[in-house]
């Protein structure tokens, strides 16, 4: 042992992925910030080389599912985590959206990170154009934190270790502190991990820092033999949120690496702690899980990464269409050869992802082409890593040209964009971020904020520890659909439309009263008008699992059912961002009428003849469902 020690003897860091990543690739980036602060007081007092807390799907998932303020999530997270280095995943000029922004966005919300307690940025593009990450790169080094900056590992017949090395010396030349290698899709393979280590340490002198999900059952082997090839700090998730699409245990690694004679300096003690609490934690979210979450080799041919499997299966259920997730994942990779072979990270992976189940959900390749898809095809995202399939791009594109520059150089400043229609709710520069990201989802937001409809998740239980009150604002899944009775803590969907002998019914759940005689009332949004209803079993609220609705003025839908050759509909059901016309327009078959958000993405509907506008039956920020004629072309 004591030769093995003089051979290996090295520091080597860890990352605890279990605050982002882990819940984000196996619970749909649905847990809370009560139970992310639950454990600080034994989690901040490990020695991990960096938290990563924030970033990637969480700044989405707190507005749109979990009605939470992110930037209140991490000032609480900086509060609570002092002596920890807290880590965010940032996808270049996409920040943590779905499009590029302007240059003054991307150094405005880097300024508002560092402000409430970000200190490594893991920097990274979806196509390895690394002019998307450079004012990124920049605005963190002026701010005087740490450029984590990334290789996203893929493998298709143009990536090679050689081409990987190459970034890895165009990284180190752009100021790069440290350099990421970050396989979201667990395609390392041990060997190669070696040999890519290896290689790029012989030319760049810099930390290495490996990411790589356990999907394929690569990532511990990996991992293993990327320390021997030179890697310097790991990413793992505590055992009780590791593995399947998530990472490799950390408890194990600690352990394997320890013995190896490597300088790792963490309590398996203090780890077992988190470990217990994490258990207990994760049982609250089962109802997010998916068969689609656990170690599955078919993913070195699909190629779809963590993070993209949980909430691709959770959005496809939002669509009924769970049953085709198979024909979805082999639709992928021919999705990804005809876009030229991008890696599968968002927003690439959401992109490919979402126009597969477009495919396959309406039964004809590229019938449906989302507004992203054409971004992309148009270079808006950046330069494709090999030739697009120019069919595909002339079907979405017709005679549009594509561009060739900087997708951000094309982009006026965004900070000084009129924000009237949001200034009585804003509370600070923060908001105002908020919105230019996401737009809808944040006005929705802010409004509940001012009408104080916002969930309370938090109960403090004692120093330095919270627990989740989920008897107040739930958050929920279809597994409350199964239940015969209503069990606190469960978690269950706050919205969906009920359909009754044809009529369809849009039911929020907006807030939860005290429960009294085994009895707790509920107050749903039906179509707009609020109604109290106390209910024993989910049977008294959805008609379809045999019950009844109760409340005695509920509105009706007043869409007719798309019949007639001027119908317009929606493939899939959704939500109305922008409406683009208006009774009496003049529109020519395949136009552009409105547009709906679905699966994250938004969707151009077109008008199948032409005619004039004669009716529209919707407004922004309506639900839209298939089964209903949203505009009437005459």
């Known amino acids: ?73 991490l000032k609480k997270l900086r509060k609570s985590y002092k002596h920890s280095r807290l880590q965010m995943l940032l996808r270049g000029q996409n920040l943590v959206g779905y499009r590029h922004y302007a240059d ?89 991990a070696y040999e890519l280590v290896s290689m790029i340490k012989k030319v760049v002198n810099l930390p290495i820092h490996v990411h790589s999900h356990s999907t394929s059952g690569f990532a511990p082997m990996s991992l293993l033999k990327a320390v021997e090839g030179g890697a310097d700090i790991i990413d793992t998730a505590i055992s009780s949120m590791c593995c399947g699409t998530s990472h490799p245990p950390t408890e194990s690694m600690v352990f394997t690496l320890s013995e190896m004679g490597y300088d790792v300096d963490l309590d398996l003690e203090k780890l077992k702690e988190v470990a217990d609490y994490f258990k207990i934690v994760r049982k609250k979210y089962k109802a997010f899980e998916s068969e689609y979450t656990n170690i599955n080799t078919d993913v070195l041919v699909t190629q779809v990464p963590g993070g993209m499997m949980s909430n691709l299966a ?16 082999y639709e992928v990779p021919q999705v990804r050869e005809d876009l030229g072979f991008p890696p599968l990270v968002t927003p ?11 495919n396959v959900i309406t039964g004809e390749k590229y019938k449906v082409i989302t507004s992203e898809t054409k971004n992309y095809l148009k270079g808006y995202y950046g330069k494709a890593p090999a030739a697009i399939n120019e069919d595909v791009r002339k079907r979405a594109l017709g005679d549009e040209e594509f561009i060739t520059v900087r ?17 009585e709710f804003i509370t600070g520069d923060e908001d105002i971020m908020s919105y230019i990201l996401f737009p809808q989802i944040s006005i929705e937001f802010f409004k509940d904020r001012k009408d104080g409809k916002l969930p309370d998740y938090t109960a403090k239980s004692g120093e330095g520890e919270y627990s989740s009150d989920m008897s107040n604002g739930l958050v929920l899944s279809n597994e409350f659909a199964e239940a015969e009775e209503f069990r606190e803590g469960d978690l269950v969907p706050s919205e969906f439309i009920v359909t009754v002998h044809g009529e369809n019914y849009k039911i929020k759940i907006a807030g939860v009263g005290h429960k009294a005689d085994q009895k707790r009332p509920f107050f749903l949004n039906v179509d707009g008008t609020m109604e109290e209803v106390t209910i024993e079993s989910l049977t008294e609220v959805v008609p379809s699992y045999g019950g009844e609705i109760v409340g005695e003025n509920i509105a009706r839908s007043k869409r007719p059912s798309p019949k007639r050759e001027g119908d317009v509909y929606a493939p899939m059901p959704g939500r109305i961002t922008k409406l683009l016309v208006k009774k009496g327009d003049l529109v020519n078959a395949g136009d552009t009428v409105l547009i709906v958000e679905a699966m994250k993405m938004e969707n151009e509907i077109h008008t199948p003849i032409d005619g004039i506008i004669k009716e529209i039956y919707v407004k922004e920020g309506d639900m839209a469902n298939p089964d209903e004629t949203l505009v009437y072309v005459e």
């Open 407 to 423: 997708p951000a150089d094309l982009l006026a400043p965004e900070l000084s964009q009129n924000i009237d229609k949001i200034k």
């Open 104 to 192: 003054d966005v991307v150094e405005k919300f880097i300024d508002l990170s560092v402000n409430n307690g970000i200190d490594v940025f893991r920097i990274f593009d979806s196509l390895n154009d690394f002019r998307n990450i450079r004012k990124s790169v920049e605005a963190v080094k002026k701010r005087k934190k740490i450029a984590e900056a990334t290789i996203c590992y893929t493998t298709s017949p143009v990536h090679t270790n050689e081409l990987f090395t190459k970034m890895a010396l165009e990284l180190a030349e752009m100021g790069a502190d440290t350099i990421a290698i970050k396989d979201m899709a667990g395609l390392l393979s041990p060997i190669k």
């Open 348 to 358: 690439t992976s959401q992109i490919i992802g979402t126009q597969a189940a477009l």
């Open 314 to 329: 959770n959005q496809l259920k939002e669509q009924n269409a769970l049953d085709k997730m198979d024909e979805v994942l």
């Open 1 to 73: 042992m004591s030769e093995t020690k003089e051979n290996y003897i090295r520091k080597v860091d860890f990352m605890e992925v279990a605050l982002r990543d882990a819940h984000q690739s196996l619970l749909a980036t649905r847990m809370t910030t009560p139970d992310i602060l639950g454990i600080a007081h034994v989690l901040d007092t490990i020695g991990f080389w960096s938290l990563e807390v924030w970033g990637g799907a969480t700044f989405d998932s707190c507005l749109r599912f979990l009605k939470e303020d992110p930037w209140e999530r």
